[in-house]
């Protein structure tokens, strides 16, 4: 279901929710997929395995440990820039007459931006930074959007509470 969200400035943005499996997927395929947890057995020859202690200095357990920080950055950064990509459709800017969905020609990501490589598993990194640095710049603006791409999974503040006190003192 689509919407169309009139920013503060008169910019109007089609978007629409983005399914949580479509992420999943998308990150399976991009290769973004956490690592399994290296087993020891618990006793030499026996095929009897358990999990390696945190603490654990036996050099899978280290792998395993820059594998999974690795795989958590890649994550973070998918996930930061995919549900803008996949929720906004287009926009049509205050004056134009049609709605688009890139960047104007003359438009350039902030040199910050550019210099942390900060989309780098961005599908399109040009149009997630336009969209969010540039089309979403206030927070009114950027909450509104966000409220319509992340439909039925944010909680509100009373079922949080309520989660909170459901726990014993």
Known sequence: MQKIVTLSNGTEIECQPVSVYL????????????PEA???????GSAEKIAYEKDDDAPEWLA???????????????????????????????????????????????PIVQSLNMFTLALDPERVAYIKYELLANSADLNAVFNVIHEGRLLSSTEVDDAVNSFPN
Request: cysteine-free.
């Open 23 to 34: 992420a999943i997927d998308v990150a399976h395929v991009l290769g973004i997929v956490m």
């Open 64 to 110: 395993y440990k820059v594998k999974l920080a690795e795989y958590e950055e890649r994550n973070d950064r998918f996930a930061r820039s995919f549900p803008w990509y996949t929720g906004v459709i287009r926009w049509k800017l205050p004056g134009s007459k049609k709605f688009v969905s890139t960047p104007p020609k003359d438009w350039t990501m902030p």
């Open 38 to 44: 290296p087993e020891k057995s618990i006793m030499p």
